[in-house]
């Protein structure tokens, strides 16, 4: 999962660019859920909520480090929730 430090301005533009819906507002600043976030494993050849952040706020979680199999899996499940 990739995480929002506290450089976050909350400007808002990571959130629609991503696809499984993990990020959120927060206080004071933007949240991944790392239930949600298969850093694009599944839609995209890189993060695409990264190059949206115009702060470089968005970095990997070192608390959760996923391998590419596990994202996949998590990918997996969340298509089966909807
Ligand atoms: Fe969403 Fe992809 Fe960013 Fe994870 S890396 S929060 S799945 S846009
Ligand atoms: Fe925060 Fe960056 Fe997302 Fe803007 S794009 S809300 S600064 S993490």
Do not use: H, W
Request: charged share 35%.
């Amino acid at each position: 999962s990739l995480m929002i430090t506290e450089e976050c301005i909350a400007c808002d533009a990571c959130r629609e660019e991503c696809p499984n819906e993990a990020i959120d507002e927060g206080d004071p600043t933007y949240m991944i859920d790392p239930d949600r976030c298969t850093e694009c494993v599944g839609y995209y050849d890189e993060p695409s909520c990264v190059g949206a952040c115009p702060v470089d706020a968005i970095i990997p979680d070192p608390d959760n480090v996923e391998s590419v199999e596990e994202l996949k899996y998590k990918f997996e499940q969340l298509q089966n929730e909807e």
